[in-house]
């Protein structure tokens, strides 16, 4: 028997610009922050329960990932998803097994996943992967991904058999306070 598995393509939230700061380095803005939060509640509330996150190296990602509240999930720190393209991210997806099974935190059973990045790799991902890509949803994802956004896809490949066009684009939430 076939098992869904939900995947959560989440873009940092909106980030500062300090003089000197290497682009790594570049902290959240308080609205980024804000709204990384918005974006937490949003997935608590119409993903449920995140198994396992993958997330970028860069300060935003990770300051994004700790704003949303899920900081306490098992999570695996990739600089290949900082500047990452479609394909570096999904052969980062596809290792999701290898990265969560016999960790510290007990073996990890990853239903849904969520990774944590940057613009265009993360909207790409979720381009890459939807089997149509001319839904009104996957249209919205290829307008525009602004920051804190989400894409939620659905696939029932294991995560190692994930492959472009293996999934379905089932969810697209830009949270803000005015929603």
């Given at each position: 028997m076939a098992t869904t598995r939900t995947l959560v393509l989440m873009r940092h939230g909106k980030s500062g610009y300090p003089d000197?700061?290497?682009d790594h380095e570049r902290p959240l803005a308080t609205r980024g922050e804000r709204e990384a939060g918005l974006a937490g509640a949003w997935i608590a509330e119409h993903v449920g329960r995140v198994d396992a996150?993958?997330?970028s190296t860069a300060l935003r990602t990770r300051e994004t990932l700790a704003a949303t509240g899920l900081g306490d999930t098992p999570t695996r720190f990739e600089r290949d998803i900082y500047g990452g393209s479609a394909d570096e991210i999904i052969d980062e997806i596809r290792l999701t097994?290898?990265?969560f099974a016999g960790t510290n935190t007990a073996d990890v059973t990853?239903?849904?996943?969520?990774?944590?990045?940057?613009?265009?790799?993360?909207?790409?991902?979720?381009?890459?992967?939807?089997?149509?890509d001319d839904t009104d949803i996957a249209r919205e994802v290829r307008h525009r991904f602004p920051t804190s956004a989400i894409a939620v896809l659905t696939t029932e490949k294991t995560w190692a058999e994930l492959a472009a066009g293996s999934a379905t684009i089932t969810e697209f939430c830009i949270p803000r306070a005015d929603q």
């Open positions: 000197g700061v290497p996150v993958l997330c097994d290898t990265y990853v239903s849904t996943l969520m990774v944590v990045g940057h613009e265009p790799g993360i909207p790409w991902t979720a381009l890459e992967l939807a089997a149509d």
